[in-house]
């Protein structure tokens, strides 16, 4: 997306590291002069103030389900949306104290669900044919809830830079990214850091240097929105660059907030020179850091330490899931030392919101909002002949998954050179959500949205027969090896070396077995297209998504491949534009089983 000359001068104007005065963002709660005159009988020698953390809310404001068209519910219990998360805060502030309590966000904030999607493509927050747009429901959210600071996250990318400026601009906290860069200057294209004061009545503030990094994961995933105009270096390269910075200038504690994991893995293997989950290596190998708010992997980790290999001090690190499931807390306790404040001790843990309600201001300001969402995705576009369920698509070829490959053929097809038109051309997809399900009947937004639950757009690349198959056998490592005459149960099956469901690429337009009885990497068998055996120096289109053809999961060939079809549209309006152009889906017109799972050739299902 081509950024405008105002929005230029914007973005270069952001870019420009600037005086610590300005990084210092100021103080917390509210420093009124009343205060300041009152005089404490003690200079007090000790303090202690909290920071509390949310990752990977993916615009989850209420406790709904709007694939489901319902309240959020799951096996576990958990409660969604940070209208829930907001009384949580509220509960912290009043018990420690207003001027005791700071609160960051790790990312992921603008994408994941109908509303974000809405707020950026149906009513976005840009504006439209020269109108104003309205203000992001998680901007207004989280300026109610008076956050400090967030780093960005890399699903802030999937709407294009002109979606995430406008977003930052309606925030009244900073967007933190010291490894976002500008492409050509090399300089911040957001702020890197923020410093916030705790007050401390008779004593010195204490400063604390909160640093923003984000994923380097960006530049592949979201290639056609940054390619050439941002990079994306490694975390630990920019925190060793800013940390002692951020010392420089006084912090007695230094903060970081990661859109990145803790285990030190890469979903993208080689394709990119940094590391993906990259937080414990930050936290190992660059000094002077106290704690880390975690996020990216949506997991749920309390408390973790990590010791700096340099200086030997315990770093501490906390992860509190995703979509508001969890709030991190984590709580320092501080003495003052000649003049300068040194951590004693510092704790984290999570806390659930499930037991509270939802904050009454939030549920004010954006339930508007939400009944509009509510309202677009039970729009009909169409009806269904049979329901189409996605429960078995991580091992059987079902017609729901069907639906998306022919949606991606007719798509691709319709846009190739008429030399690439006579090449085979097949699609390759992933079983995003097991509980996907288009009912017999009237076809809604929400139906197909809860299918294809992500923002991808579509490519055609070409493979050839030999990297077609070596495609397969990566995907094939989602499955545990099961040896002929053991029973095989679909409950421990998959995800085989935390390979998730949304990295497994099914194939439609050939025909093939996955031996699941052999080791990984032997076991595609019979490869075939059209009856044929598939050739390795055979030319294939593939239908593919950008988040796959630019390399994400770490997928052979295809990030490398050349490009024989591109497209700006996103693929579940593709989609819904499909059922609405036939006004009926009927599984008859693309259902076709094409691939199973064998043990030694022999079918298991």
């Not at 493509?121 to 989280?142: C, E, F, L, N, Q």
């Not at 294009?160 to 906290?173: A, M, N, P, T």
């Not at 967007?175 to 492409?183: E, F, K, M, P, V």
């Amino acid at each position: 997306m081509p950024v405008s000359p105002m929005n230029r001068r914007e973005f270069m104007q952001k870019s420009a590291v600037t005086s610590a005065a300005v990084a210092v963002a100021g103080a917390v709660g509210s420093g009124t002069a009343e205060a300041a005159d009152q005089e404490p009988e003690k200079t007090p020698r000790t303090w202690s103030f909290s920071v509390l953390g949310t990752t990977d809310l993916h615009s989850h404001v209420f406790d709904w389900d709007y694939y489901k068209d319902a309240a959020y519910s799951d096996k576990a219990g958990n409660s969604v949306g940070v209208a829930r998360v907001a009384t949580l805060i509220k509960q912290q502030r009043e018990a420690k104290g207003e001027d005791r309590v700071l609160l960051v966000d790790a990312g992921d904030i603008i994408q994941g669900t109908s509303l974000a999607y809405y707020f950026a493509r149906v009513d976005p927050i840009t504006g439209t044919d020269g109108t104003k747009g309205p203000k992001h429901p998680m901007a207004v959210a989280m300026n109610h809830m008076r956050y400090d600071a967030a780093a960005l996250g890399n699903h802030e990318f999937n709407y294009g830079i002109d979606v995430l400026r406008k977003f930052e601009s309606q925030c009244h906290f900073p967007l933190l990214g010291a490894n976002a860069l500008d492409a050509k200057t090399l300089r911040p294209a957001f702020r890197p850091y923020t410093v916030k004061c705790v007050r401390v009545p008779g004593a010195p503030d204490i400063k604390v240097g909160i640093l923003g990094l984000t994923n380097p994961g960006i530049a592949l995933w979201d290639k056609d929105n940054v390619s050439g105009k941002m990079v994306f270096p490694g975390l630990v390269e920019q925190a060793k660059k800013y940390v002692p910075r951020l010392r420089a200038l006084g912090c007695d504690v230094v903060f970081l907030t990661d859109h990145s994991g803790l285990d030190g893995s890469s979903s993208y293997g080689d394709e990119l020179p940094y590391v993906e989950n990259a937080s414990n290596l930050v936290a190992e190998q660059v000094p002077g850091i106290d704690a880390i708010l975690v996020g990216h992997t949506h997991v749920e980790v309390p408390s973790y330490t990590v010791k700096n290999e340099e200086t030997g001090e315990e770093v501490l690190l906390s992860e509190p899931y995703c979509w508001g499931y969890r709030l991190s807390v984590f709580d320092f306790e501080l003495e003052l030392h000649h003049g300068r404040w040194k951590v004693t001790s510092k704790t984290a843990r999570t806390l659930n919101p499930n037991t509270v309600d939802e904050d009454p201001e939030i549920k004010r300001l954006l339930e508007a909002d939400h009944e509009l969402v509510v309202k677009y995705v039970n729009t009909p576009v169409g009806t269904c002949t049979a329901d189409l369920l996605a429960a078995e698509s991580c091992w059987k070829d079902v017609p729901i998954m069907d639906f998306i490959h022919q949606v991606q053929m007719a798509t691709v097809a319709s846009g190739l050179s008429s030399a690439d038109a006579a090449l085979p051309l097949i699609s390759v997809a992933a079983p995003f959500s097991r509980t996907a399900d288009i009912p017999a009947g009237n076809v809604t937004i929400k139906d197909i949205a809860g299918l294809y639950i992500y923002d991808n757009t579509l490519y055609g690349k070409k493979l050839t027969g030999a990297q077609l198959k070596d495609y397969l056998e990566y995907a094939a490592k989602y499955y545990h090896q099961v040896p002929s005459g053991t029973k095989v149960d679909t409950a421990t099956l998959t995800n085989a070396d935390n390979f998730w469901d949304y990295m497994y690429d099914t194939a439609a337009g050939v025909d093939y077995e996955i031996d699941i009885a052999q080791p990984e990497g032997s076991r595609i068998k019979n490869l075939s297209y059209r009856g044929a055996p598939v050739a390795d120096d055979q030319v294939f289109v593939v239908a593919v998504n950008n988040y796959r053809a630019n390399g994400g999961s770490g997928y052979p060939h295809i990030a490398s491949a050349g490009i024989a079809y591109s497209s700006t549209n996103e693929i579940r309006q593709l989609m819904i534009d499909y059922v609405t152009s036939k006004g009926t889906l009927d599984p008859a017109d693309f259902a076709v089983t094409n691939w199973r799972l064998t043990q030694d050739g022999t079918p298991v299902f």
